[in-house]
């Protein structure tokens, strides 16, 4: 990424008098909101300031905006190439094109045909299927850039939440049901369904780890695979996507990376921490494995230790199956 853009902060203290010059230690990102945006905790509190406005931690929007930039860069190269590569597409055509318009007029040319000592198949007509076949092309390319732009505004997709919780609650359901069986590997008519909604929230990353499920439970793993780094570059600290990496990873003996996974993450998660811990045990570092379950009782309570037992004797190292949060009804 762009050094430039990585600033280290002041320490900030809180403006309002009455907050005792308090560390800001978090932003206000309510939308509406028409206050300072570098704030204290008490600012939350007060009502003549930011109480009930939506904040982030300085840190988590460091983070995230540290991320998007990222994306962006990377958008903005994947235009700058393709716009050369495809203005060099074009003008090869043109020119081969205007070569053809050329010979055509020297053939309609009586004067012209009689200096000319061979033809060649110029005007056989089963040879000129180029041009309906470059000119249906173009037309694949436009509608595709016609979609993009109906589902994008400003870089941003536009998500109905009903909708999206309804297609889950379905498709979760029937992953429900497919436990049932002895031993489930159709997972077509999950497939389906994740794909009609897909195509109108392509960028939704709880429908994307749902898909990469029902693909891994069909043993497309490489699909999978490919299908969970477009989310992650989506977005690196969506839970669901990084329940289906961590799982990934651990199966794949990439512990390090498995490990590293759980610092993205912007609320703690047993499940996740489920992983880093079978990573830590199985690198045989009991030192990080000590330190990381008395975090884990602070972050997530004292039955953790008790529950991550029972996922051990229920599982041995790893699940079958993420753990999708339920979206509310």
């Known amino acids: 990424m762009n050094s430039s853009c990585q600033q280290n902060w002041p320490e900030i203290r809180c403006q309002y008098a ?10 206000c990102i309510d939308n509406n909101c028409k206050k300072k945006k570098i704030v204290c905790f008490r600012c939350f509190q007060d009502k003549e300031y930011h109480q009930n406005h939506q904040g982030l931690t300085i840190e988590e929007f460091k983070q995230k905006v540290q991320l998007r930039l990222e994306n962006l860069f990377k958008l903005k190269q994947i ?7 495809f203005q060099s597409f074009i003008y090869k055509y043109e020119e081969s094109v205007e070569a053809l318009i050329n010979k055509g007029k020297q053939y309609s040319s009586p004067g012209e045909l009689l200096k ?11 040879n000129d299927h180029f041009a309906p076949y470059m000119q249906q092309q173009l037309e694949k390319i ?8 109906k589902f994008t505004q400003d870089f941003k997709f536009i998500f109905n939440e009903e909708d999206i919780n309804k297609v889950k609650l379905k498709v979760i359901k029937m992953l429900n049901e497919k436990k049932q069986l002895e031993k489930p590997t159709d997972y077509t008519d999950a497939i389906t369904e994740l794909n009609k909604a897909l195509k109108q929230y392509p960028t939704n990353c709880s429908l994307l780890s749902l898909k990469c499920t029902c693909l891994a439970n069909q043993n497309q793993i490489e699909e999978a695979k490919k299908l969970n780094e477009y989310a992650f570059q ?7 996507v990084l329940l289906f990496r961590a799982k990934l990873k651990t199966e794949n003996k990439e512990y390090e990376e498995c490990i590293q996974l759980y610092d993205l993450i912007t609320e703690p998660n047993k499940y996740l921490a489920y992983y880093k811990l079978d990573s830590l045990i199985e690198l045989k570092r009991e ?10 009782d602070k972050q997530l309570g004292q039955s953790f230790k008790w529950s991550y037992e029972e996922h051990k004797k229920g599982s041995g190292k790893i699940r079958n199956e993420i753990q999708h949060p339920q979206p509310q009804q």
């Open 142 to 149: 436009r509608q595709r850039t016609d979609k993009i732009t």
């Open 18 to 27: 009455r907050h005792n010059e308090m560390p800001c230690k978090y932003i």
């Open 79 to 85: 235009l700058q190439d393709s716009i050369k590569n």
């Open 234 to 240: 989506i977005n690196q600290n969506d839970e669901t």
């Open 287 to 296: 030192a990080e494995v000590k330190k990381f379950l008395e975090q884990c």
């Open 116 to 126: 000319i000592e061979t033809i060649d198949n110029y005007f056989v007509l089963e």
